[in-house]
């Protein structure tokens, strides 16, 4: 009798733990599922990025945040999103050597740990290191707090390793929102989007990716392109040739911001509770 009753015990702890485990597992899963989806990179084309801007005029809210270069001045930007890329990101260092072009590389501030050395090159060689976040999540996707982490996380790394606090930023697929855009601000950050998208990251092919870049190019475009694709790599030296016997000049998008660009779409959002504006890129305030 007694033993029967040790038993029953036992399979009453048995049941009682398995319905215990059952919804951890669950909430474990449905964890991972939510910050897996959150890093799932799906770009927003620049007709999609515009309409978001003129809706933002439309209601008023006016962001820290380039769009473009000065449509009036002959120059272009090439960005570089999502490396440092140990395979990649030195045979794109030696093509921008080779034509003497500096450009701006957005980097994830994890690839950033991982591989210092190569984000110190890209800065020794005068490029501009931008804050692509540290984890490279869909920050619209994500609670406010953890996007607050990712910009300052990727803000420390990249100013462990150049000793220069980051002033230009990216957010992940150019998904922003309110909160995404007042979170990069409170840090001293201005937002970067594109005027063009060749779409390298799905390897279309090389001339894909040239055509699609010259023939959408335009004064004051800003060329989003990948750190990590080899396709990227095969054909920039001849897209950076072209431009160049076009005229155009390379800048980084802290030269297209400059005071040279008056015409840049860049703009303020008054929000008196942000960083005092000695913190702000030069000349962000002056916009109207
Ligand atoms: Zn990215």
Redesign the pocket.
């Given at each position: 009798m007694r033993k029967c009753f040790a038993t029953t015990l036992l399979l009453l702890i048995g049941c009682i733990l398995l319905l215990a485990a059952g919804p951890l597992q669950a909430s474990a899963t449905t964890e991972q599922l939510f910050w897996e989806k959150a890093s799932q990179?799906i770009y927003k084309s620049p007709g999609e990025l515009k309409a978001q801007h003129e809706r933002e005029i439309r209601k008023g809210e006016i962001y820290i945040k380039l769009m473009q270069g000065d449509p009036h001045i002959k120059a272009v930007a090439l960005t570089f999103?999502?490396g440092p890329h140990p395979k990649f990101t030195s045979k794109i260092l030696e093509i921008l050597r080779k034509y003497h072009v500096n450009a701006t590389f957005?980097v994830?501030g994890k690839m950033a740990k991982k591989y210092p050395k190569l984000v110190e090159q890209e800065f020794i060689q005068g490029n501009l290191i931008g804050n692509?976040t540290y984890d490279?999540y869909n920050l619209t996707k994500i609670p406010d707090p953890e996007v607050d982490v990712q910009w300052q996380k990727g803000n420390e790394i990249i100013r462990s390793i150049t000793g220069i606090e980051p002033m230009y930023c990216?957010p992940?697929?150019g998904d922003y929102d309110r909160g995404v855009i007042k979170s990069a601000m409170m840090h001293g950050l201005t937002t970067v989007l594109w005027t063009d998208d060749p779409g390298d990251y799905a390897n279309p092919g090389d001339k894909t990716i040239e055509n699609r870049v010259l023939d959408r190019i335009a004064d004051g475009s800003i060329i989003l392109i990948?750190d990590g694709i080899q396709q990227t790599i095969d054909v920039l030296p001849q897209i950076i040739e072209t431009l160049q016997k076009k005229g155009f000049k390379f800048e980084t998008v802290a030269e297209m911001a400059a005071a040279g660009h008056p015409e840049a779409l860049r703009m303020r959002y008054p929000i008196t509770s942000m960083r005092p504006a000695a913190s702000l890129p030069p000349n962000t305030l002056k916009m109207k």
């Open positions: 990179e999103d999502d957005f994830v692509h490279h990216r992940p697929g990948h």
